[in-house]
């Protein structure tokens, strides 16, 4: 409840579409020129790494990678000009570029037009556009969501990503409003 | 000196927006290349663009950089090669650049800083630290 000040702005930064909104609405600040609007590590166009990469924020990469590819339940999105050499694993991944290797998806692997996959697909839900690529196996098994408990009874199926959404973010505005009466009291 | 920094990174003459104003986030859309404070990097890293280190990088080389900063939370072990660099962060190695390094309060190296120029922020703990080139202090 009393945390600082930075602590929740990097909160809500890490807020993004598909998450609950922050329970306590915080006020606006001043714009800080330090302070990246969005935790978003960008893979530029002309890196290139080798090795194994853990990050627990969205990633983008429009980079070359070789190695693994780490995540936790944070989104992963392979740009047009991304191409990637590993095993992924994040809560959702994106893929616009290309992949060689399994992509493991807690909650969502999507496949764009100009994606291209060679190797195998672990995920609870999996969108592929008019035009991918893909040459492997898909494995849709259904796990324990990687979420809080409370959603996984929420989480049945859903026939859009926003109405999931929408679903989770009334669940925890309710848990945050109790949580806030509590902590006032 | 604070303008000159944000210049210095954002110049790479594509006319990107600055950071603060990214704030939609599409894919297709974005700065700069960042590595943030949660990503661990473990291997090695070509690039030729500007880079931000604000994690940890535990490898071997960085190569190419242009424009580099590491910020005040990253930990960075590796021998760099670039052009400049401003270093408020840990680095444990060496780096070689042909460009201006400023060397934050916050900075601490091991290792050997070579560059065309060093700015030197007074206060800066240089105990492991070994810089070559001509270097000037700065009070900013």
């Known amino acids: 409840m009393f945390r600082k000040k930075s602590d929740e702005q990097a909160q809500s930064m890490t807020d993004w579409a598909m998450d609950a909104p922050a329970p306590k609405p915080t006020a606006p600040k ?49 740009g047009r000009q991304g191409r990637v050499n ?5 809560s959702v991944v994106e893929i616009m570029g290309e992949v060689e290797g399994d992509v493991r998806g807690d909650e969502l692997v999507k496949l764009h037009k100009t994606a291209v996959v060679r ?18 196996s898909v494995d849709m098994e259904r796990k324990a969501p990687l979420r809080s408990a409370s959603t996984s009874t929420s989480a049945s199926v859903s026939t859009t990503t926003k109405q999931e959404a929408l679903k989770r973010a009334n669940l925890s505005v309710a848990e945050g409003g109790s949580h806030l009466i509590t902590g006032g009291s | 000196m604070e303008a000159e920094r944000s210049e210095s990174l954002t110049h790479d003459g594509t006319g990107r927006e600055p950071a603060a104003s990214r704030e939609a986030f599409k894919p297709g859309e974005y700065g700069p290349s960042i590595i943030g404070t949660t990503v661990v990097m473990r291997g090695e890293l070509t690039l030729a663009e500007d880079l931000t280190i604000e994690g940890t990088f535990d490898g071997s080389r960085i190569d190419g950089a242009k424009n580099l900063a590491i910020g005040a939370r990253a930990r960075v072990r590796a021998h760099i090669q670039g052009e400049s660099a401003d270093i408020a962060g840990t680095v444990d190695g060496d780096f070689a650049g042909t460009g ?19 700015r030197v922020e007074d206060g800066t703990n240089l105990e492991n630290a070994v810089l070559c080139g001509r270097i000037s202090l700065t009070d900013e």
Do not use: C, W
């Open chain 1, 30 to 78: 001043a714009p800080d020129p330090d302070v990246r609007k969005r935790n978003v590590s960008v893979i530029g166009p002309t890196l290139r790494f080798k090795g194994e990469l853990q990050a627990n924020e969205d990633l983008v990469i429009e980079g070359e990678i070789e190695g693994s590819i780490a995540h936790q339940d944070k989104n992963l999105t392979i």
């Open chain 1, 86 to 90: 590993a095993d992924i694993h994040a």
């Open chain 2, 100 to 118: 201006t390094v400023v060397l934050r309060r916050t900075a601490r190296i091991h290792g050997a800083i070579s560059a065309e120029r060093l």
């Open chain 1, 119 to 136: 190797g195998n697909i672990y995920a609870q839900r999996l969108v592929m556009e008019d035009g991918a690529n893909f040459s492997g």
